[in-house]
């Protein structure tokens, strides 16, 4: 293969992750390749190329994403530069509908090959983003299995690649290593929280899980709490101080978490799947500004917000949203869940099936093979 340039855009932890495994095992097969664009730590330590701090990306909500429309007008602005003065031979967009939607559509007017790896939610709000899809990509690799019969019906060309946590997850620590690293008593039943990685995501949901925490026990139980790189430090321990309740805090390490507690506490998002693919009972909590969820919920066309509950199709995973989410609720979701065996293993079997559907194929290989044939035409 001649040298050839790809331009990336991963605007979000969970894209800088999906598209690291991807550019590992590009880089394995070819060596003649300048990746660049906006992407995280985890890409550039595959040799990727970014044109902007990482963190400047990480908005979310209609209201936070209005604040910061400048932001995002010069930057496609820039892009727009590069695709004309400097045009790359492919360009891969991975999720972030917001800006990702924008710039497929300037690479084709600069007639620049589009791959969307990880397409937008468009089944669950602004279904019409399928037909920008259809105009503006000139392949899909879909990582959820049901997507595939929206890209039939409309005659995109698409492929599913099964779903990246199949080669991202590892778990390193046992349960007694793990135990030991925390000083966490295997005697007492692990409840972990998951607040997200945004910063406003954890203003929302790290006070609530505080509120819920302290109603129980730490005689019986022990607390554990990620903290994401991404999250300012000194935010999470404003929060985390305010309890007087022993909390572990987790970092780098939440497989192990997520794998390892008896039951977890899973902010909507990326977790949601990784939780459910390591197969440890939990619940969905969600909670936005409240003029955010307003629009949203205006627009949204399902009824589900968790990713597990939507690819099987039924209601696995139990779900609060928005004012629902608050320690009483949390506390006593988890507590009629934990005390009820056959619930518990109901949510666990099921789990298992979800399993076998998410690592059918391996993302990785499957990737490059598209990228490949795309770079060559």
Excluded at 70 to 97: M, R, S, T
Excluded at 211 to 233: G, P, R, V, W
Excluded at 253 to 280: P, Q, R, W
Excluded at 341 to 355: D, P
């Amino acid at each position: 293969m001649k040298s050839k340039k790809i331009f990336w855009i991963a605007g979000e932890n969970s894209g800088d992750l999906h598209a690291s495994i991807v550019l590992k095992e590009l880089n394995k097969q070819h060596s003649n390749i300048e990746n660049f664009g906006i992407g995280g730590e985890k890409m550039k330590s595959y040799g990727f190329q970014a044109i902007y701090p990482f963190e400047h990306f990480s908005v979310m909500g209609f209201v936070e994403v209005f604040k910061h429309l400048a932001f995002f007008a010069g930057v496609e602005k820039h892009i727009k530069g590069i695709f004309k003065n400097n045009p790359p031979d492919l360009v891969i967009l991975i999720d972030y509908p917001g800006l990702n939607m924008r710039i497929a559509k300037l690479a084709k007017s600069y007639n620049i090959s589009v791959l969307y790896f990880i397409v937008p939610q468009f089944w669950a709000w602004k279904y019409k983003r399928i037909f920008k899809l259809q105009k503006y990509t000139d392949h899909i690799a879909y990582i959820l299995p049901f997507e595939g019969k929206h890209f039939n019906k409309h005659n995109i060309a698409a492929s599913f690649v099964g779903h990246p946590i199949s080669e991202e997850i590892s778990i390193k620590l046992s349960k007694e290593q793990f135990a030991q690293k925390y000083d966490l008593n295997l005697n007492k039943t692990w409840l972990g929280f998951l607040p997200g990685s945004r910063n406003a995501e954890l203003k929302n949901m790290l006070p609530e899980f505080i509120n819920a925490i302290e109603k129980f026990d730490s005689n019986k139980y022990e607390f554990l709490i990620s903290q994401a790189s991404s999250i300012l430090t000194k935010l999470f321990q404003q929060t985390i101080n305010k309890t007087d309740r022993n909390i572990k805090i987790v970092k780098d390490m939440n497989y192990e978490m997520m794998k390892h507690c008896d039951f977890l506490t899973v902010t909507s998002g990326t977790a949601t799947i990784e939780t459910a693919y390591l197969g440890t009972p939990f619940i969905i909590v969600y909670k936005t500004s409240n003029s955010s969820y307003q629009i949203g919920k205006r627009f949204i066309k399902i009824d589900k917000i968790g990713l597990p509950n939507i690819i099987i199709e039924k209601d696995i995973v139990p779900e609060l949203i928005q004012q629902d989410v608050n320690g009483k609720n949390i506390h006593a979701k988890i507590t009629d869940i934990l005390s009820n065996e056959k619930k518990y293993n109901k949510i666990s079997n099921e789990l298992k099936a979800l399993h076998d559907i998410l690592g059918s194929k391996t993302p990785s290989t499957a990737v490059v093979d598209i990228i490949e044939k795309m770079i060559n035409e």
